[in-house]
């Protein structure tokens, strides 16, 4: 990398950190720092996190896929997810109180989190759902947490969204347990409650046909840049329903038939 694409990196990565501490509104780093493709958008993520980790104390807890549905790759110019880190600071347990104010534009995504019980190493082939498989440990319902920053979603596009980190803003996790073993994770049933009452259902297969569909991409997408899924890392693999935007008030539980569920209240 040039001395001067560097420089330009580290800028663009200084801008979001800089906007995210004064509470900006989110503007693509494409238009503002002249960042182009998704790689250099990649880039400015990871000095991103590098200044979010020295700037907290913080450490990577997992990681998070985003646009995993075609229509929404579709809508921001890409053909495929893009990937962002969770850092410990902001996983939070299920039973949770979640403060808007914490966030400029908070939504919230249901979803299965995946615990990999070995680390992920790049190899000679990519690996595959299968493969994947051997190497999980255990799973738990999920919230994330998404921040953005109050978007105009009309000029959204892919490398922004990778450079701001995927707009993660946390996740909140229920109860890791092995009993996935047990189950078809194409079409485990998903209920959330929303306030006291059913407000939609699902299944785990909604976000790429499969969870560790996400999990093997999150993968060969950090093995391509020198970097790798570790043991006790987890992976948020894509939500199974539309993202929802809480105003205040509400208390949401979101179930997973025979893995249990995870529970929030939003002030």
């Given at each position: 990398m040039s001395t001067d694409l560097e420089a330009q990196i580290q800028s663009?990565?200084?801008r979001l950190f800089d906007g995210h501490k004064a509470g900006a509104a989110y503007v693509s780093v494409?238009?503002?720092d002249g960042i182009a493709?998704?790689?250099?958008?990649?880039?400015?993520?990871?000095?991103?996190?590098?200044?979010l980790?020295?700037?907290?104390?913080?450490?990577?807890?997992?990681?998070?896929?985003?646009l995993t549905s075609k229509p929404m790759q579709e809508m921001v110019g890409v053909d495929h997810p893009v990937a962002g880190v969770v850092l410990d600071r902001v996983v939070f347990s299920?039973?949770?109180?979640?403060?808007?104010?914490?966030?400029?534009?908070?939504?919230?995504?249901?979803?299965?989190?995946?615990r990999l019980g070995r680390d992920m190493p790049a190899k000679a082939s990519p690996y595959t759902r299968a493969e994947t498989a051997e190497l999980v440990d255990a799973c738990a319902p999920a919230f994330e947490l998404v921040d953005d920053r109050n978007a105009d979603y009309t000029s959204l596009e892919g490398v922004g969204l990778a450079a701001d980190n995927a707009w993660n803003g946390g996740v909140v996790v229920g109860d890791f347990s092995v009993a996935w073993r047990d189950l078809d994770l194409t079409a485990v049933p998903?209920?959330?409650?929303?306030?006291?009452?059913?407000?939609?259902a699902a299944t785990t297969g909604e976000?790429?046909?499969?969870?560790?569909?996400?999990?093997?991409?999150?993968?060969?997408?950090?093995?391509a840049r020198g970097q790798m899924l570790k043991a006790g890392e987890f992976v948020m693999t894509g939500s199974t329903m539309k993202t929802r935007f809480p105003t205040g008030g509400e208390r949401i539980r979101y179930t997973l038939e025979g893995m249990g569920a995870v529970a929030a209240e939003i002030v």
């Open positions: 663009a990565a200084k494409a238009q503002t493709g998704i790689a250099q958008g990649y880039d400015v993520q990871d000095r991103l996190v590098e200044m980790l020295r700037d907290t104390g913080a450490s990577v807890a997992g990681y998070k896929i985003a299920s039973g949770t109180t979640v403060k808007l104010s914490d966030y400029q534009h908070m939504g919230v995504e249901f979803e299965l989190a995946v998903a209920h959330l409650e929303w306030s006291g009452a059913e407000d939609a976000a790429m046909g499969h969870p560790f569909e996400a999990v093997a991409w999150i993968a060969n997408h950090l093995n």
